[in-house]
């Protein structure tokens, strides 16, 4: 059973930018993992627009907050910091415990963090172990799941030149990835579909945000689908959709483009290490294995 299709995130994202939300003042969620870039930004503006928050961190990662920030918010007690191991079940329960929404994304750990083979085998199991804690926990009402743009353009579309649009209800080939070594488009293809198919069969309510990213990008600009997504859209997005009670499905997200030779040159010397004048731009393009999130 394929997950419901939505009608995606408009550019125009509506969270108050002003912050504070008394309706949020007693509402507690949990962010998993927490140790990211992104998951501590939006650790950050959850906890601005009111929100008690668990913090839940995976391979004993550390959050990336502002220090005074995080003494302010312990002082209120607003903030708890949680050890979860997504192999170990009591560790997620408890960190879900009293929670009326998950916002999940996958960090791989940090001793292994290119994506091969192996790593979408764990973010698989990781994401199915998640969603079954969630399944046992009364108090979760909805699941925001972080997924990726890579999980839904890599398909044998070539074959087929009338079909060149993606939208939410296309999936990436897994054995197309498997191929061609897209081990990014693997494992979030794999996880998300792993996740969609408990929430369903739990009842659990779920949604799912693919972000743009770069990654694969070269392959991805010549068919036209490239696309990026600056930190704070992103993270506004994730509350939008777990704020919104008629949100439903997976949503595409990202607000650039890159449909010029100039603007995917350009980008391409912004990810190169200052130190490395040896890659080509598009090369290194075609080879970068990170989500990159513009937060100016």
Known sequence: MAPPASSGIEEEI????????????????????????????????????????????HNHGKLQCI????????????????????????????????????????????????????????????????????AQTNTVDKVVFTSSLTAVVWSNHRDNPTSHDFDERNWSDVNLC????LWHGLSKTLAEKTAWALAMDRGISMVSINGGLVMGAAEMYEDGVMASV????????????????????????FNHVINCNEDAMKLARMLLPPSDTSTPPLRLLSYYYHIRYDDS
Do not use: W
């Not at 930018?17 to 870039?37: I, L, P, Q």
């Open 178 to 181: 498997k191929k061609f070594k």
């Open 230 to 253: 600056d930190l704070r859209f992103y993270v506004d997005a994730h509350i939008c959709v777990f704020e919104d009670v008629s949100s439903y499905g997976r949503y595409l997200c």
């Open 67 to 134: 220090e005074g920030e995080l003494i302010n918010y312990n002082e209120e007690k607003k903030l708890k910091v949680f050890q979860a191991d997504p192999f170990d079940y009591h560790s997620l329960v408890n960190a879900l415990k009293g929670c009326s929404g998950l916002f999940y994304s996958f960090e791989p750990p940090s001793d292994h963090s290119t994506y091969d083979e192996l790593t979408a085998e764990v973010e698989t199991m990781a994401a199915h172990n998640v969603l079954e804690a969630c």
């Open 14 to 57: 509506a969270v108050d930018r002003d912050g504070y939300d008394s309706s949020n003042a007693t509402k507690t969620v949990c962010v998993m993992d927490a140790s990211g870039h992104f998951a501590s930004a939006l650790v950050r503006r959850l906890l601005l627009r009111g929100y008690t928050v668990h913090a839940a961190l």
